[in-house]
């Protein structure tokens, strides 16, 4: 009984730990300012946009506030459903006409992403729900939580296999294998950047890595406070006793 305990646990601890780091890079943007000039994709989206074969013309002499509004329509849009994405459009100059951002294949991917973090959501706050009930229950059955070195070491294993498997495969091989096994066969999710304003904007798959791993070391600091405050709630309540 102790062993399901703890093992259900530490499992809610890493998903609530990923979710609420998720939300909390929700709230800047997925650092898309900083990541902006790391990545140059300034640069990036004056070489691109210009080579654009799908008729989306003069993105190339937008401004860098633009780039970022767009960016935060998109990452509002998939954590809303989708809702929007296919209004999105630009302005290439004063006196231009709008112009739609998204083809109907990108529209398509990122109402895919959407459904994604459509599902994430309710396992995330109901991994937090089910957490708090584990700690409930163990302080009325007197079930002592997971202890500091049993979450360490989880975490350490962990970390320890995902990077040897990122290490050994590649990170564009897992970058692909992810897509493949989450999005539908029949819906492309790979577009040059002469044939995606989007993936220009983003300079993906870069900028992905680079808040992949924000997301990962955000999530470990998460989980490192969560699995704490879990030891000091333990420790009150056995000085309490």
Known sequence: MRILHHTLVIVCCFVVAFFLAWKLLQTVNYGYSFWYKQLDIGTHITKYAAQNRQGKTGFENTSVAEHKRLFNAISLAV??????????????????????????????????????????????????????????????????????????LTLFILALVTTCAIVIIGPHEVFKAFHVLVFPDDHPWFFYY??????????????????????????????LLVTGGLKLIDSHHDSAR
């Open 79 to 152: 954590n809303s459903h989708g809702d929007g994405l296919r209004e999105l459009s630009y302005r290439a100059g004063p006196n231009q006409p709008l112009q739609v951002l998204l083809t109907n294949d990108e529209a398509v991917h990122l109402e895919d992403v959407a459904r994604v973090i459509d599902v994430m959501i309710p396992v995330g706050w109901g991994s937090l729900a089910l957490l708090i009930a584990l700690v409930i229950l163990a302080r009325m059955g007197a079930i002592p939580l997971p202890g500091i070195t049993k979450s360490l």
């Open 194 to 223: 002469q044939d995606s304003l989007m993936t220009t904007l983003m300079k993906a798959p870069d900028i992905f890595f680079a808040i992949g791993a924000s997301w990962a070391l955000l999530s470990v600091i998460i989980y």
